[in-house]
């Protein structure tokens, strides 16, 4: 729908008010970002209040936007002032050339990828996006019965963007988008940073290079889910805290980090060990610069600013949960429970190791028996439970898909760059070391806080995503630009798999491992089971059935690891004559049941093998595990 423009174009008016007190092109769009995710996130919390999360409303406040952004414009050129438009830097040498033409692909494909596939990462379609379709049926973004309570407690950042999205897309066609511009943002944010680090041209394309070929990152940037969402915000924080070290501490830089850190948070916990290390050095610049008192303001708002993005969902959370972090388990199953050096030690490593594996299985066997000797001569169990929260160590092979892909010929490529700052750090720029440590800092931390896990690669992509204008300093300063030529050429290699390959979001038929064709032919109803095949039967005969009966009110007893949002999807939501509701009696968020829901079907999985009918519904479908009851009698 032309409505699911709105926020673009919000967005490029508020580009553009930005640019005209701001004056650089990339810094400016890196701010209005920040400035629309702060829009975006704080209007919907306020349409929540009054249950004013529809179409209308949201289409109101985004038009709102653009035309008071659009009026500033008009009121500053009629004053007089000339209206001051993006300077683009073009390519010069044909090195240059030939990386916006690989960037360029990249962007372009992905792209199409996230247009034509559908949500269909097992994350997404388990709780990501069934909680932006209840957001939408309801109208709010209060906590609602359900068997999966990631749903209701896990932070809503990204999902709350997506719900423009879903909102005024009337359905899923958009969402990937949100990722999608996040890769997009933090291109132009890495070649940024290696600008402010004094890296000339060359290397600033070269950063922006390195992030966009990441496999993980292009795996990311056509899903829904939130890792790259993540990863951009952390940018903003980070060339805000450049531009503050190199012309000094300013409000607009505080409130700008401050923006950027609360959307992070707002989108995963995941964020908060890469922004420790920048609090710690902007703590550390105030007591130094005795700068507390002049920009007391700037600390207050940003602070305000933190607080306000945050205070509802953690609220929401202490109300059901009693606590803000959500159920005592699952904050105990996903943080280390040992702050052992050992352990310190041991997750560094093993995280190490998801970015290290090769092709060939003899050298990943042996990177395994030499971090496994570690370990025993340390003393440490390489799969101790107070460590390890899902899976068992090995290391594996490059994989495409997106729980667990990895980056490694980056990840070597940077264990040379160590290597060369390490050999040049007196002759390097002091804020190119600094810059190092803050990202080497965030990974470190990570280790430290969070419990390795098989999956936990993902939560990488915000390291990597720091490196890129280091490594892009690296390769600027090879003598031999040939070999630095040859390398980026290795990392458009390396992430052609990603591209074409992705088992989830495949480009072309035949990928092996899909259990879809491509994204281009593949119809969209399809796809949504490109993670469980074993289910695309099942699902479509239950929901063909709901649909014969012209049933709306439809309700679901799932396990909490099953996927959902399928059901959603196949039965047309967002849909204002359809309910689904959870059946739950056991759960957490049982309380905000709606006691006066009479379902007309009923989806279940796993449900006791001596249930006949359910709540006066007979069994009109079986194929264990799935199971549907409903009132067939017309």
């Not at 038009?63 to 007089?80: E, H, K, P």
């Not at 990631?150 to 005024?168: C, D, K, R, T």
């Not at 940003?302 to 929401?316: D, E, H, K, P, T």
């Amino acid at each position: 729908m032309v409505s699911a423009f709105l926020p673009l174009l919000s967005f490029l008016a508020i580009y553009l008010a930005v640019l005209q007190w701001c004056g650089d092109t990339r810094m400016s769009a890196l701010r209005a970002a920040v400035l629309w995710g702060v829009f975006a996130s704080i209007s919907i919390e306020i349409l929540s209040l009054f249950q004013w999360i529809t179409f209308t409303a949201i289409f109101i406040f985004w038009t709102a936007v653009i035309l008071i952004v659009v009026s500033y414009l008009l009121f500053r050129q009629r004053g007089g002032e000339r209206i001051t438009l993006p300077s683009l830097t073009w390519p010069l040498s044909w090195s240059e050339r030939l990386m916006f033409v690989v960037l360029g692909s990249i962007v372009v494909v992905t792209g199409v990828i996230a247009w034509f596939a559908p949500p269909n990462t097992w994350d997404a379609l388990n709780y990501h996006m069934p909680r932006v379709a209840q957001w939408a049926q309801q109208g709010s973004l209060v906590h609602f019965a359900t068997g999966i309570e990631f749903q209701n407690y896990l932070p809503p950042g990204a999902s709350l963007l997506v719900l423009h999205m879903y909102i005024l897309g009337q359905g899923d066609q958009w969402v990937n988008f949100i990722q999608w511009f996040a890769m997009l943002g933090s291109l132009i944010g890495v070649s940024y940073i290696a600008r402010q680090l004094g890296v000339g041209r060359f290397g600033q394309w070269a950063a922006a290079l390195f992030a966009a070929t990441l496999p993980m990152g292009i795996l990311q940037a056509t899903s829904a889910v939130n890792d790259y969402v993540v990863a951009f915000w952390i940018v903003c924080v980070a060339a805000e805290f450049l531009d503050m070290e190199g012309k000094g501490i300013s409000n607009t830089n505080l409130i700008f980090m401050a923006g950027a850190a609360g959307l992070a948070l707002l989108t995963k916990h995941t964020s908060i060990p890469y922004l420790l290390p920048f609090a710690f050095v902007v703590a550390v610049l105030f007591v130094q610069r005795r700068a507390l008192r002049g920009h007391l303001a700037g600390v207050l708002i940003g602070l305000a600013l933190v607080a306000a993005l945050n205070f509802s969902y953690l609220y929401r959370n202490y109300q059901t949960y009693g606590s803000i972090a959500g159920p005592g388990e699952r904050v105990g199953n996903q943080t280390t429970q040992t702050f052992d050096p050992r352990a310190l030690l041991s997750n560094v490593m093993r995280n190490a190791s998801l970015q290290a594996g090769t092709p060939s299985r003899y050298v990943n066997k042996a990177i395994a028996i030499g971090i496994t000797w570690l370990h025993e001569r340390v003393g440490i169990d390489v799969n101790d439970p107070r460590t390890t929260s899902e899976g068992v160590f090995r290391v594996k092979p490059p994989i495409t898909h997106e729980t667990v892909a990895s980056n490694p010929i980056q990840a070597y490529f940077l264990l040379i760059a160590g290597v060369y700052l390490i050999n040049q750090r007196k002759k390097l720029p002091r804020a190119v070391l600094g810059f190092s440590g803050l990202a080497l800092g965030g990974f470190l931390i990570l280790s430290m806080m969070f419990k390795w896990k098989v999956t936990g690669a993902r939560y990488h992509l915000p390291f990597f995503v720091l490196a890129a204008p280091v490594a892009g300093m690296v390769l600027q300063g090879w003598r031999r630009r040939w070999a630095a030529d040859l390398m980026l050429g290795l990392f458009f290699v390396g992430a052609i798999p990603a591209l074409i390959t992705n088992p989830s979001r495949p480009l072309f038929n035949g990928v092996k491992g899909a259990e879809v064709g491509s994204v281009l032919l593949e119809p969209r109803h399809m796809q949504y089971f490109a993670n469980a095949g074993y289910e695309a039967k099942p699902y479509l005969d239950i929901i063909g059935i709901i649909q014969d009966e012209s049933c709306t009110s439809v309700g679901i007893m799932l396990p909490g690891g099953e996927i959902e949002y399928q059901i959603w999807a196949l039965l047309g939501s967002p849909r204002s004559d359809l309910q689904i509701e959870w059946i739950v009696s056991d759960t957490p968020s049982a309380r905000y049941a709606d006691p006066d829901f009479k379902p007309c079907a009923l989806i279940c999985l796993e449900c006791p093998e001596d249930w006949e009918a359910f709540s006066g519904l007979p069994e009109v479908y079986k194929s264990q595990p799935f199971r549907l009851f409903a009132d067939t009698v017309k």
